[in-house]
């Protein structure tokens, strides 16, 4: 079955780094798109990233967008989120998603999610 296990998440100060990692099994990970979403404290989910399977097509959410990097390692079966000049705002559990096909389109949903990784950012 679909398994996706997120780690890399912690408390880091503002402006600081931290690269989130996602390692997937159970479907052929190259075949479809994966992406990451977040849930800040007493907040609905907000989608912050994807990929297209097997491809470098990337998307962002507006408040990440020249932050945050998505990536696919085909040859891993992971995927990461590199996450740069982090804000207060950013805090939240961040959930690894795969989506139903290789395609991505805005608003497109997810199938599947990992049980997350808490990221903390404040001074």
């Known amino acids: 079955q679909v398994q996706l296990v997120e780690s890399g998440g912690g408390l880091v100060q503002p402006g600081g780094s931290l690269r989130l990692a996602c390692a997937a099994s159970?479907?052929?990970?190259?075949?479809?798109?994966m992406g990451w979403v977040r849930q800040a404290p007493g907040n609905g989910l907000e989608w912050v990233a994807a990929?297209?399977?097997?491809?470098?097509?990337?998307f962002y959410a507006d408040s990440v967008k020249g932050r945050f990097t998505i990536a696919a390692d085909n040859a891993e079966d992971t995927l990461y989120l590199q996450m740069n000049n982090l804000e207060p705002e950013d805090t939240a559990v961040y959930y690894c998603?795969?989506?139903?096909?290789?395609?991505?389109?805005?608003?497109?949903?997810?199938?599947?999610r990992g049980q997350g990784t808490q990221v903390t950012v404040s001074s």
């Open positions: 990929i297209v399977g097997g491809g470098s097509t990337t």
């Open positions: 998603t795969k989506y139903p096909s290789a395609r991505y389109s805005n608003g497109a949903f997810f199938e599947a």
């Open positions: 159970g479907f052929p990970f190259g075949k479809f798109a």
